[in-house]
């Protein structure tokens, strides 16, 4: 057996790797979007793809969302798998029609008879100090939506792992990537990747003992600093990345709750109707005979994304998660 | 008896009569972009117009070169810049009368500010500190539009809403080439035209959506020709002539104006910095194509125009120039004062009367910032 030395990656190489050996493997993979081509997408996610496979496996489309889903519906019809990019979260708006009323429900329409297995890549969240419209975070609407997987990588290995995954699924996946992270590095070997990732499995990124931190994407690092600093107080808390939204690992996630028997559930989108009360809910009727403390939330506001130079105040950091955290000594002060 | 039955014996009636409304010729776009400088038309331009497009080109120039700069010193989170489309952005400026309103997307600051928006607030956007730095009905500009052609419907419903009221106003909205593949684009141009709404749309082809192509935007002739399928007309004019495009729009705004409804205007023009400061263009074209657009400029065509008729010597281009520089400096310097953010602003203006979760999520900010605050000290 051969030992590779591990070099630092991308989050952004390590989903271009995906893109081109997913191609590769299936020549029904096609790439469809804005400045896909060319360009290499604006972060330059699927960089050098045109060149190795040509403009009709990987298309720079017109402009325009709804058209780009629209046809990649058409186009899975007919057998091939798109992978769509939609340029930015607040830009799939569009696309929603088609999302919601046909990608999402296709194969339950026709009885299983005619599956989408389409994967729309969509750059998520804040935190990169973006104008207006370039930070929404949308995985509630997707994860309401019944017929659609909802999957985040936070790790390098994650990305290409899940994004393969989500490209061989034979339904519709919200591939959400962390534009925060993008230029996150790993230790990872590009020239060996790992094993493609089953989506719907979540993974306990630290573990601890005395309370669970439930969180994905652009969290999962926060969660992970919030955990060392916690340590300073006397807390040793487990992180769950959940990687996946739909299907939601309820066993991975109850078996630390009760480990634990205290959990925070952490995200950026805003609180209210947002996945945390899901989340918390789920737990709750789990785990209620090991609970301690009811399940908190520690979440972005419950405002349209706020601009950039007041986006800190917004996004949860590891002061408020780890006010959270103090907030589980329910016994002591209740 | 079937009619399958009857074959041989069936004679099927003639279609009921119908042909096409209008016959499409009046509502084509000319062959060929339409100009004014450089040719005979040129001598029927009021000076005076001449010498105030020539200032505010000048003035927008430098507008977005001081702005640009402004992002390389980290005062400004990011800048789309429109040089060599200042012609478009202040003819469309220039043309609407007070109560009139613009519908500007994100690239369009000079629109802005050459309609009397205080440069400063205008970059509010850009620089990062709110969302929109004006209250759009004080100078009658929309919110500089970011999701492409979404604003084009906004102009629709304006325009229909001001009509309905009695009222003698007109909406200018304004779209990249890339805007026009975007179902609202077609949706705001169906509305307008059913509802003979008193807008116009002016289309600044540039070329480029960030890294694509005309030609893998639309197979249409122009982008012009698409009026005619909703049944408006589409003038194709050569958008870095500021006099042609200001008389174009100037014709479709007083064609709205008189009730005659909805005109799509094509201005061709080229981007000729890069998509916005972060973008490298090198990846999507050849400085031998941006240099022949660079001869093409707008301020060098109208200056030789305005230099030939003896409107303009050195003195005026110093003058013009001079204005130019007193407005970047001024800019410079208002934008290098950091600004001052309140961020309990965040919860501010999410409803008029906040809710209940919305307060509690403002005490928890409030303490934070006080904790902060000790702190520090
Ligand atoms: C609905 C939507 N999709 C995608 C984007 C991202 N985006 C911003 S500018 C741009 C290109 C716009 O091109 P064009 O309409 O020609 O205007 P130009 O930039 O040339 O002024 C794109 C794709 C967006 N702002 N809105």
Redesign the pocket.
Known sequence: MTTVALKPATMAQALTRALCDAMTADLTVHVMG??VGTLGG?FRVTDGLAEEFGEDRVTDTP?A?AGILGTAVGMAMYGLRPVVEM??D??A??AFEQLISHVARMRNRTRGAMPLPITIRVPYGGGIGGVE?HSDSSEAYYMATPGLHVVMPATVADAYGLLRAAIASDDPVVFLEPKRLYWSKDAWNPEEPQAVEPIGRAVVRRAGRSATLLTYGPSVPVCLEAAEAATAEGWDLEVVDLRSLVPFDDETVAASVRRTGRAVVVHESGSYGGPGGEIAARVTERCFHHLEAPVLRVAGFDIPYPPPMLERHHLPGVDRILDAVGRLQWEAEN | MTVMEQRGAYRPTPPPAWQPRTDPAPLLPDALPYRVLGTDAAADADPALLRRLYAELVRGRRYNTQATALTKQGRLAVY?S?TG?EACEVAAALVLEDRDWLFP???DTLAAVARGLDPVQALTLLRGDWHTGYDPREHRVAPLC?????QLPHAVGLAHAARLKGDDVVALAL??????S?GDFHEALNFAAVWQAPVVFLV???????S?RLEK?TAAPSLAHKAVGYGMPGRLVDGNDAVAVHQVLAGAVAHARAGGGPTLVEAVTY?IDA?TNADDATRYRVDAEVETWRAHDPIVLLEHELTERGLLDEDGVRAARDAAETMAADLRERMNQDPVLDPMDLFAHVYAEPTPQLREQEALLRAELAAEREGAQ
């Open positions: 804005e400045d604006v402009l969302e340029q930015f607040a830009f708006y569009p419209h | 789309p429109s489309q997307s994100y690239r970011t999701p492409l052609a979404t779209v990249g080439d890339g805007g026009t975007e600044q082809n540039n070329g480029f959506a960030i694509v935007q981007r998509h």
